[in-house]
């Protein structure tokens, strides 16, 4: 915009500057910042894991942020980059169990993109075997999800328990909030449906939920004995702890400067 001001005159200059603004604009939004989140150290904070190398992963799990509203314009280029984001995982030889997108950045998502994210979770989770998880969803968000069938039914498998045949769910499992609002102005509660859904408010929640149904699936038989056989228990006990260490003196409570609110306890996690 300078030289256009200067060689062409300020009209020019000035409509140079306003068009290459404009094309930085619409190249950020479609091709919005997705990064991958780690833990760090002592806190239940996650952040940019290229900003802060040393924050903790667990290699099971994946959590990436997605940094702009989710549209018809980037919604295959958000699809891609998760799908990358696993082979480079798969790669490096970790056993990728869980996915969780954290979706704060996110203000609103178009019908494209639910479309989209409907077959990526599809992919992930009935192909792949995968177990697919949301973080922090804003409530038009939230709104969005619930307008999808397939998607609402894959973030909350015990939806389909809600029939005319059996109208209650079994005791240990709680309906889902009637209203998202009412949730939302409920500090006590972090979870937008039940300990099975996959609907988080927090990161570090949906991190403690992964690891538990990990340390679950790998002890049980049948249908999935392939997880036990590519993963380790030992080495993911370990891990399990490596990863936690850090927070046992902060005792991650209602009463404690570092939670919101209650939480799933970590110790079966850690503990046979």
């Known amino acids: 915009s300078f030289f256009g001001t200067l060689f062409l005159g300020a009209e020019l200059g000035l409509a140079i500057a306003i068009g290459l603004a404009l094309l930085i604009v619409i190249y950020q939004s479609a091709f919005p910042q997705i990064v991958e989140l780690g833990r760090l150290q002592g806190t239940t904070i996650y952040r940019n894991m290229k900003q802060y190398p040393h924050a903790k992963r667990f290699s099971s799990v994946i959590i990436l942020r997605v940094g702009a509203p989710i549209y018809f314009a980037n919604c295959s280029y958000v699809r891609e980059v998760f799908e990358y984001s696993l082979e480079k995982h798969e790669r490096l030889g970790h056993t990728v169990k869980v996915v969780i997108m954290e979706m704060s950045p996110v203000s609103h998502v178009d019908a494209t993109a639910m479309h989209v994210l409907k077959e990526m979770m599809e992919d992930f989770v009935e192909t792949r075997g995968l177990r697919f998880m949301i973080a922090n969803p804003n409530p ?39 209203s998202i609002d009412e949730t939302l102005r409920d500090k006590t509660t972090l979870y937008y449906g039940s300990h099975n859904s996959n609907l988080f408010v927090r990161v570090h929640d949906a991190v403690k939920e992964s690891v538990l149904y990990l340390k679950e699936k790998v002890k049980m038989d049948g ?50």
């Not at 909350?156 to 005791?171: H, I, K, Q």
């Not at 228990?233 to 209650?262: N, W």
């Open 140 to 178: 038009q968000v939230m709104r969005s999800l619930q307008h999808d069938e397939k998607i609402w039914e894959l973030l909350n498998p015990c939806d389909p328990c809600l029939t005319e045949e059996s109208p209650s769910l079994p005791s240990n499992i709680e309906r889902l909030p009637d």
């Open 223 to 272: 249908s999935y004995e392939d997880i036990r056989e590519s993963i380790n228990l030992d080495g993911f006990v370990q891990e399990a702890e490596r990863f936690f260490s850090d927070l046992t003196s902060i005792k991650d409570s209602p009463s404690s400067p570092y939670s919101r609110g209650p939480s799933l306890d970590i110790s079966p996690v850690i503990r046979e």
